[in-house]
């Protein structure tokens, strides 16, 4: 316990509307609309939780939870952890703990031909749901941070015990960054820039072509496995970063405004070794409304 009076101390000292909240669209579980801890109706002056919200033995109360002893629908934000009615066909059972898998929003082969259904449903269903069970099985030796932001775990690594922080960066920055890369993905084509957004790239980057060829050719010199994003500062300067493996831009305190998956699982079914054609193809299906809103936001 002593390891996470840190943790949970500085959450309650800060906000979190500042920089380093992830303010483009992350999925905080059970969280409310301002993207940081629960209300403070559910919280101790200490910053331990509530025990109106917990049972005798420190895990979330039964009030809060269905028959099967998952989190209710009813607690779900709308902006990342949809309820049950929104579930789209290629959702399933969620694991036990506070993360859940979210929904892609369309269809397994809806990117084709660019991405093709195999690769989409192993990644969503395999992939993610990996790191969402092992996010969830880290976190429940401290059921303590059931109440605190994905967000706020990611940017407080070195707080978190000893025992779980390499558990909850791997697999909570696996979680992060998927639920953005579904949704800077469409079927819809014909998406663009709006001119916001449109004429930052512009202006940071001289223009649209210039911006595509960085990006690119950032991925490409990711070495391994990794991601490169398009990130906004507060100023709304943009710049082109790669990140490795599963760890995020929460630390830089920048929004992300489109990124993408450079794991080999992302795209080998289809494209081998060929990480220069999925990049090509990847530009066909991105989501330009939600950069735009990401943007804006």
Do not use: C
């Not at 994003?229 to 507060?234: H, Q, T």
């Not at 082109?240 to 305190?253: F, H, K, R």
């Amino acid at each position: 316990m002593k390891d996470l009076l840190p943790l949970i101390f500085i959450t309650l000292a800060t906000s979190f509307n500042n920089k380093n909240n992830f303010r483009a669209s992350t999925p905080s579980n059970n969280m409310n609309s301002d993207d940081s801890m629960s209300s403070n109706n559910n919280m101790f002056a200490n910053g331990m939780p509530s025990t109106n919200n917990m049972s005798s033995n420190g895990m979330p109360s039964t009030n809060n939870m269905s028959s099967n002893g998952m989190p209710s629908t009813n607690n779900m934000s709308s902006n990342g952890m949809p309820s049950t009615n929104d579930m789209s066909s290629n959702n399933f059972a969620a694991s036990t703990g506070p993360f859940r898998l979210p929904p892609l929003g369309y269809a397994y082969n809806a990117l084709e031909p660019y991405i093709d259904e195999a690769t989409m449903k192993v990644h969503h269903t395999g992939h993610h749901q990996t790191y969402v069970d092992k996010l969830n099985e880290a976190l429940s030796k401290y059921p303590q941070l059931y109440n605190v932001s994905l967000e706020t775990l990611l940017n407080n690594i070195d707080r978190l015990p000893s025992d779980i922080r390499e558990a909850v960066r791997n697999n909570g920055g696996g979680h992060y960054n998927h639920s953005f890369f579904w949704k800077v993905m469409t079927p819809n084509r014909g998406t663009a820039p709006n001119s916001s957004l449109r004429a930052a790239i512009d202006r940071d980057f001289g223009s649209f072509e210039n911006f595509r060829n960085e990006f690119k050719q950032t991925a490409l010199n990711t070495f391994g496995s990794g991601w490169t994003w398009l990130l906004k500062d507060d100023s709304g300067k943009l710049q082109i970063v790669s990140t490795p493996n599963q760890n995020t831009p929460v630390p830089l305190g920048l929004v992300p405004i489109i990124a993408i998956d450079l794991w080999e699982h992302a795209y080998y079914l289809k494209h081998q070794n060929r990480r220069n054609n999925y990049i090509d193809d990847w530009f066909n299906v991105v989501n330009w409304d939600y950069a735009n809103q990401s943007y804006n936001a």
